[in-house]
Nanobody, 115 residues
Framework: QVQLTESGGDLVQAGGSLRLSCAAS?????????MGWYRQAPGKQRELVAD??????NYADSVKGRFTASRDNAKNTVYLQMNSLKPEDTAVYYC?????????WGQGTQVTVSG
């Protein structure tokens, strides 16, 4: 069974850093059709933060230059390094993977940035 399991969310002060991890099980990230990091703040739509589908990651304008997505194929894990965090980054962060026609979501991890 395919599962995506996130970790790393925490409460941090503005300007701080966190690294989120998303470990995949059941399927290899080698065979992904698409993968990305999303976030959803209270009362807002879920938004794409980083797209790892290609070899070069693409980022939302709001996080460009501060967030870096990466993948470790040997560990079957993707990461989101978040630097210079701002209060507006507060959200539940999710990883998403697409294998063939099927979409899978992680459980989400809470990131709270105090100002």
């Amino acid at each position: 069974q395919v599962q995506l399991t996130e970790s790393g969310g925490d409460l941090v002060q503005a300007g701080g850093s966190l690294r989120l991890s998303c470990a995949a099980s059941g399927r290899s990230i080698f065979s992904l059709k698409a993968m990305g990091w999303y976030r959803q703040a209270p009362g807002k739509q879920r938004e794409l933060v980083a797209d790892l589908t290609s070899g070069i990651s693409n980022y939302a304008d709001s996080v460009k230059g501060r967030f870096t997505a990466s993948r470790d194929n040997a560990k079957n894990t993707v990461y989101l390094q978040m630097n210079s965090l701002k209060p507006e980054d507060t959200a539940v962060y999710y990883c998403n993977g697409v294998w063939g026609p099927y979409t899978y979501w992680g459980q989400g991890t809470q990131v709270t940035v105090s100002g």
